[in-house]
């Protein structure tokens, strides 16, 4: 069960974690504006879909897939063929991601990035922030509706977007009531690492309209690109395919459909 083991060791951290929270926000709320995540994707999904390119050393279910890349060469890259937004891992332990992969990211690109990581704590939320990420992941799985809706509310009054990841209906439901305005579909079963292709076209017809849809996990080239833009999708979020790719880059305008 990865999703359990994962998220066990990040609650584990969050109880241990001894820092004044009021603090916390009180240096958060200085931090300079952030760069607008969803604004981005929804303009650039006007003309084609847009991609959130992912910078990622590892998976737990795959080993190791691109642990010797640099951060920062790498998202210039993602930059300068087409991404709308960057996504870093900071997991250490089971992503072999870190603080500095993002700061990294970040300093080299003009683009929103976001922090892709277990959130479970109000601090988490206040670190995303402080190392510069725009957005933030919360994830409706791991989470209960009450740690959703807080952690929520704290997020957007620190400036940053929030991608809420579902899985199924009664997820959605869930993330709609907390507010969400960007909802990721995750193609990806937490506990098993399994993808199901068909997933984010199911649930793309069940969103409202004023939800920019991003769709996550299994995208390995342009067919199924065009599949989720079809379906209604916003943007995608890419990483295995990416990082594994002798170019990156090319490998990233193929996704880019009108």
């Known amino acids: ?4 083991e994962i998220l066990a060791r990040h609650r584990s951290n969050a109880a241990d974690d001894e820092r004044d929270l009021d603090q916390l926000v009180e240096a958060a ?4 504006a952030a760069r607008g995540f969803r604004d981005r994707l929804l303009v650039d999904s006007s003309t084609h879909l847009a991609v959130i390119a992912e910078i990622k050393r590892r998976s737990p279910s795959k080993g190791d897939l691109n642990v010797n890349l640099d951060p920062g060469s790498l998202a210039k890259v993602y930059e300068d063929h087409g991404a709308s937004c ?5 997991d250490e332990e089971f992503f072999g991601g870190s603080r500095s992969d993002l700061i990294a990211a970040r300093e080299s690109i003009e683009l929103p990035v976001l922090r892709k990581d277990f959130t479970v704590s109000a601090q988490d939320v206040c670190d995303a922030r402080l190392m510069g ?6 994830i409706v799985a791991a989470l209960s509706p009450a740690e959703l809706k807080s952690l929520h509310h704290l997020a957007e009054n620190l400036g940053l977007d929030v991608l809420v990841e579902i899985h199924d209906e009664p997820e959605l439901e869930t993330a709609l ?8 579909v995750n193609q990806r079963d937490l506990k098993t690492f399994a993808v199901d292709r068909a997933r984010a076209v199911r649930m793309a017809p069940l969103m409202p309209a004023n939800v920019v849809k991003v769709a996550e996990s299994g ?8 599949e989720l833009r079809d379906a209604g999708y916003h943007a ?15 490998a990233l305008r193929t996704l880019l459909v009108p």
């Open 133 to 138: 990420a725009d957005c933030v992941l919360l």
């Open 219 to 226: 995208v390995v080239g342009p067919e199924d690109a065009r």
């Open 1 to 4: 069960m990865y999703l359990d």
């Open 86 to 90: 960057v996504s870093v891992l900071t």
């Open 177 to 184: 009531d907390c507010g969400a305005r960007l909802i990721g």
């Open 236 to 250: 995608v979020l890419v990483g295995e395919t990416l990082v594994r790719a002798s170019s990156p880059g090319e």
């Open 29 to 32: 709320q200085r931090v300079p």
